[in-house]
Structures are given as structure tokens and as C-alpha cells.
């Protein structure tokens, strides 16, 4: 049983480059998320998608874009990385609704240089 | 606008130590409260999660409460072990940004746990 399985774990890129950060989930759930982590600031929602097909911004949504490619997967685009996105990024999941458990993936270390 | 506090930032106790950690919270209108461990460099794992009509849940040596009305939330390890050294986050749920799915987070607690 994987649960969130975020892909790559670790990632260098220069500034301007893209990339697509990678989550998929096996426990069924409607909503995944994608929060970012940085020193003393602690984790902010990005984007969320609450059920397949829906996605809306979160707290620090600027740089970014998602895609809900189906149920399962949800990805998390750099389209033109810029040093200040140099962070921890973790997806996470959970059940529709307000009463639910969140599940977070081991996260990606992405450095912009 | 929701804003989550813990304290202190950072603990150190010798092993075999019962001890607590603090969670405030500045808006009493929560669905939830979810306490996470993250090991250095690791994501987060799902330690307890109370519910805004529970007072306390258990698991092992971990008791968590919740006083919804004054916004705050312990968490409490009996016998600390040092296994237990990580960083404790705490996290919020409710109708932030429009979803009833997101979580506002702490800054966390490191613990350090001495043999």
C-alpha cells in the first residue's frame, strides 16, 4: 500500500526552466493537494483539486499550474522556475468533505539555481 | 484569517520524560485538528487526527486534546524514547479559500530526545 507517491524526490533546475512535479495516490480519494515548505514558514496550499475534473488556487498559486489528469494523479507545473520557488513540495490527499484525514507523499527538493 | 501557533519551536528532554506539546489556534471554527511527525528531510505522517467534537484521541503513547472554544490543542508522549525526535506539526481544518478541505499548518516543534 503506497499511498501518495510523489515523483522526483529531488530535482536541480536552472532559472526558466520547466518541470512537472508528479503525484499519484491509491487510496481512492477525491481531493489531493500540493503545499510547498519553506524554513520558517511553514507548509502553504498551492492548488487543490477537490474532486476530479476541479481544480482551484490556493494560498501561493502564482508560478504554478496543475493539472487533475483523473483520479489517481494530480501534477503540479513550473512553467518558468524562478529562484524564490526553491522548496519543499508535498502532495497530499484525503476524502471529500470537512472530517476527513489528510495523507501527505515524501515530498520533492526542488533547487532553482 | 486562520493563524496557528506552537510552542515552543524547539525542545530538548532526556530520554524516559513525559512531555507536551502546544497548538493554538486563532479561529475557534475548525471541522478538524490533525497532529503530523516529519523526520529530517522525510514527509509528513498522520499521528492523530481530533475531530471539532472530540476532547482527546489516543494512539500508543501519544494523547492528543482539543479545546475548541479557547483554540488550543496538546499533544502528549509518555515515556519519550529517542525514536521520537522529529519535528511535530499541527494542522487545522476548515472553509479556508473557498474548500472545506484545506489545512492550515503550524511552524512545528522540533524535539530532540537524549539518550
Known amino acids: 500500500n503506497a499511498g501518495v507517491t510523489q515523483t522526483p524526490k529531488f530535482q536541480v533546475l536552472k532559472t526558466g526552466q520547466s518541470m512537472t512535479l508528479q503525484c499519484a495516490q491509491d487510496?481512492?480519494?477525491?481531493?489531493m493537494y500540493w503545499y510547498r515548505q519553506d524554513p520558517g514558514m511553514g507548509l502553504r496550499l498551492i492548488y487543490y483539486?477537490?474532486?476530479?475534473?476541479?481544480?482551484d488556487k490556493g494560498e501561493v498559486p502564482n508560478g504554478y499550474n496543475v493539472s487533475r489528469l483523473n483520479k489517481r494523479e494530480f501534477s503540479l507545473r513550473l512553467e518558468s522556475a524562478a529562484p524564490s520557488q526553491t522548496s519543499v513540495y508535498f502532495c497530499?490527499?484525503?476524502?471529500?468533505?470537512?472530517?476527513?484525514?489528510?495523507?501527505f507523499g515524501q515530498g520533492t527538493r526542488l533547487t532553482v539555481v | 484569517k486562520q493563524e496557528v501557533t506552537q510552542i515552543p519551536a524547539a525542545l530538548s528532554v532526556p530520554e524516559g520524560e513525559n512531555l507536551v506539546l502546544n497548538c493554538s489556534f486563532t479561529?475557534?471554527?475548525?471541522?478538524?485538528l490533525q497532529w503530523f511527525r516529519q523526520d529530517p528531510g522525510k514527509g509528513l505522517t498522520s499521528l492523530l487526527l481530533?475531530?471539532?467534537?472530540?476532547r482527546e484521541q489516543t494512539s500508543g503513547r501519544l494523547n492528543a486534546s482539543l479545546d475548541k472554544s479557547s483554540g488550543r490543542s496538546t499533544l502528549y508522549i509518555a515515556a519519550s524514547q529517542p525514536g521520537d525526535s522529529a519535528t511535530y506539526l499541527c494542522?487545522?481544518?476548515?472553509?479556508?479559500?473557498?474548500?472545506?478541505?484545506?489545512?492550515?499548518f503550524g511552524k512545528g516543534t522540533k524535539l530532540s530526545v537524549k539518550p
Open positions: 497530499a490527499s484525503s476524502e471529500r468533505g470537512p472530517y476527513t484525514e489528510a495523507f
Open positions: 487510496m481512492n480519494h477525491n481531493s
Open positions: 483539486s477537490a474532486s476530479e475534473g476541479t481544480t
Open positions: 479561529d475557534s471554527a475548525i471541522y478538524n
Open positions: 481530533i475531530q471539532s467534537s472530540q
Open positions: 494542522a487545522v481544518k476548515g472553509n479556508y479559500g473557498g474548500s472545506q478541505g484545506n489545512l492550515i
